[in-house]
């Protein structure tokens, strides 16, 4: 058996479990809401972030243009695609062999980038990452999202603040837990974890960045996934050229979308996306036209 598949299957026995539950060698089943693993961002991965997106323009000079993007949170987006280390991380054979036993199919990448939470941040809103998708709250997620620590998360430092088993509330008690006293906020949990962990949590789950009030940045990425059949956050085919695509794996290319969905949702003029990334590829409208 694989390591990602033992993952899954330890999973699959836990699930049940109240709350969260640790699981050997694998601590976060999606929802139950913490996922300590302290092999998962290696050293290279902190290496990476580092030395592959502080050169960049972005870092150092950008800032969140609202409040929930963060007025003081740097956010470098397309991680995928700028460099190999981040394109293996959002691949991981343990996170998609996770990721399997709740999303059907080809599971597309929806969003993918670092979040640098400056001293002085504020708190973000309360939010799903599902909420864009106008489903209902009895519908099954639509996408789940990996979020790794590569400074350590604390309370005082911004970390990801949850909500444990709002994603099984309805609209109504959502509303209903509102009008509490101290509303949702109170309800509230931060992920405290240490450098290199990570959490996977699913779409529907109620949860905020938390404010830095420190003296120091802290540092995260965050890779987003949805269903085979939604649209992701980022357009990739507009973001990442083909180019770069052509490099990467072929299970990076259909994260990307270069993969159908039963059975035809994604096709390029009746064809199989992954056919635009061949050497000579043509988009038939140009090949086909009529003669002037």
Not at 144 to 152: K, L
Not at 212 to 231: E, H, I, S, V
């Amino acid at each position: 058996m694989s390591g990602g598949a033992a993952v899954a299957d330890d999973h699959d026995a836990a699930d049940s479990a109240p709350g969260w539950r640790p699981l050997p060698g694998w601590l976060l089943p999606p929802g139950h809401f913490l996922f300590k693993h302290r092999n998962w961002v290696f050293p290279l991965v902190f290496l990476a972030l580092v030395g592959l997106t502080y050169p960049t323009p972005f870092l150092g000079s950008h800032r969140g243009r609202n409040d929930f993007e963060g007025f003081e949170t740097e956010r470098v987006y397309t991680l995928v695609a700028r460099g190999k280390v981040f394109e293996d991380l959002a691949t991981d054979e343990r996170l998609m062999a996770l990721l399997s036993r709740f999303m059907e199919g080809s599971f597309l990448l929806s969003a993918t980038h670092a979040i640098n939470l400056m001293p002085g941040e504020t708190a973000q809103s309360i939010h799903t990452d599902d909420g864009f998708y106008r489903q209902p709250r009895s519908s099954p997620p639509v996408g789940y999202s990996v979020i790794g620590a590569i400074d350590a998360f604390t309370a005082a430092n911004g970390a990801t603040e949850v909500i444990p088993g709002s994603h099984l509330w309805s609209e109504d008690e959502i509303a209903e837990r509102r009008n509490q006293p101290g509303g949702l906020e109170a309800l509230l949990v931060p992920m405290e974890i240490p450098a290199g962990a990570v959490f996977v949590f699913p779409g529907k789950l109620l949860h905020r960045g938390g404010a830095n009030t420190t003296d120091k940045p802290r540092l995260a990425f965050t890779n987003q996934y949805c269903a085979g059949w939604a649209r992701p956050q980022e357009n990739f085919f507009l973001s990442v050229p083909k180019e770069v695509v052509r490099t990467m794996s072929p299970r990076a290319q259909a994260l990307l979308g270069y993969e159908l969905w039963p059975t035809f949702m994604g096709m390029v003029s009746g064809s199989h996306p992954a056919k635009s990334l061949e050497p000579g590829w043509v988009a038939p409208i140009v090949a086909q036209a009529p003669s002037p």
